[in-house]
């Protein structure tokens, strides 16, 4: 049984792509250097655990993905570690049950945090490529009213970003000395300095394990792109789209593959100085919170002050902007189309060409089965036509002997 298991449970938009991206990468070799496991064939496996355990819906796969993963880390005699930042909204109840499920082994829960400035800009797109529709000035309005968690788009966001919350509730139940909290440092800092905190959680040396994995598959987009998704969305409601068709069709092959490229072209979406107050509060009180809790801190407090980035509102992006960004994102949609079309209709003919050669050869089988005499016979035959010539030959070597 694993002697501790570490739940990296988010939160969303804090680094969590970056970090599971790593594991995996490095994942043969923390499992036989470390003794650290990152279980599950891939991380998928871990993300239908989460579906499993919080009963969010995902087909019948998901159905005793956690039992599955839980066996495996029970069969591992080092730590093991889980990342999923869906974890972050378990309840209580779930907790217990996870903390209970795994028991012999310690649960440590680590929290990766980035400041409140940054994170409100990247959960709004984000949101946007999750077919949510809110306007940038109504998704602010929602999340600093006083009613905030009545709004849909205030519930949604701090269920998963109230780090005084997210803290109280996990700390209760494993302990806040069984709880660690990291810090993304502000921009401009060294790419690695996240891993290297992560390192110190989980207890590796993290120059040993440098391999990156692939790109980040959960970048941001851009404000012009942001838009764009922004006002698709509702028609894919209205043609009747379910959302597993959008997530593959428009999150992925759209937002993902093809506009979130585009974001070093485009305009930042900045915080207005208006809303800026009511960010600074709540960060003040997360950062008091926290100090106040007794839980293991890697980083600096001071990571969780706001920043606010120069960039545009949305009203203040030409409307040519925003249409010569979807003509751009059309052309791009089209063209890989256009070459994965290419491409099946080469697989196809090759499909075609291999069913061919697989009928005549088993068409040439039943004909060996069905007259097998004949065949022998022809054999024969063959042999008894070139033995004069094998004949011959061996005469003439005799000869020049």
């Not at 709004?124 to 009545?150: C, I, M, P």
């Amino acid at each position: 049984m694993s002697d501790r298991i570490y739940l990296h449970i988010g939160v969303p938009k804090s680094g969590t792509s970056y970090v599971q991206r790593r594991l995996l990468a490095n994942k043969e070799q923390l499992a036989q250097e470390a003794g650290l496991l990152f279980p599950g064939k891939t991380w998928g496996d871990q993300v239908l655990a989460v579906r499993d355990l919080r009963g969010i819906r995902g087909g019948r796969e998901r159905r005793g993905a956690w039992n599955r993963l839980r066996k495996e880390m029970a069969a591992w005699s080092g730590s093991s570690v889980v990342s999923m930042e869906w974890l972050c909204a378990a309840d209580e109840e779930t907790i217990a049950r996870i903390v209970a499920d795994v028991a012999p082994a310690q649960v440590e829960v680590v929290i990766t945090a980035r400041d409140l400035g940054r994170t409100v800009a990247a959960a709004w797109q984000e949101y946007l490529q999750n077919r949510r529709e809110w306007t940038w000035e109504d998704f602010l309005a929602q999340l600093g009213s006083e009613q905030t968690r009545e709004t849909a788009a205030g519930s949604h966001f701090w269920a998963q970003q109230d780090l005084t919350d997210l803290v109280t509730r996990w700390s209760g139940v494993v302990g806040p000395e069984h709880t660690h909290v990291v810090t993304l440092p502000h921009p401009g800092a060294d790419p690695d300095v996240l891993w290297q905190r992560m390192a110190e959680v989980l207890g590796f040396d993290p120059a040993r394990f440098a391999a990156q994995g692939e790109r980040d598959a959960n970048e941001s987009l851009g404000l012009e792109s942001a838009e764009v998704m922004r006002r698709v969305n509702p028609l894919t409601r209205r043609d009747g789209l379910g959302y597993t068709a959008y997530r593959s069709g428009f999150k992925q092959a759209l937002g993902k593959d093809v506009l979130a490229h585009r974001r070093s072209l485009e305009s930042r979406v900045a915080v207005p100085e208006d809303q800026q107050g009511w960010i600074r509060e709540v960060a003040a009180r997360h950062i008091a919170s926290v100090a106040s809790s007794g839980v293991h801190l890697v980083g600096d407090l001071t990571d969780l002050e706001p920043v606010f980035a120069p960039g545009r509102q949305p009203s203040q992006v030409p409307a040519e902007e925003i249409l010569d960004t979807a003509a751009e994102a059309l052309n791009e949609v089209s063209q890989r189309w256009l070459a994965t079309r290419t491409e099946l209709r080469r697989l196809q003919a090759r499909h075609d060409r291999l069913s061919a050669d697989l009928e005549a050869a088993r068409a040439r089988v039943a004909e060996l089965e069905a007259h097998p005499v004949r065949f022998a016979v022809g054999r024969r035959t063959d042999r008894a036509r070139r033995l004069p010539a094998l004949v011959r030959g061996r005469v003439r070597d005799v000869v020049r002997r």
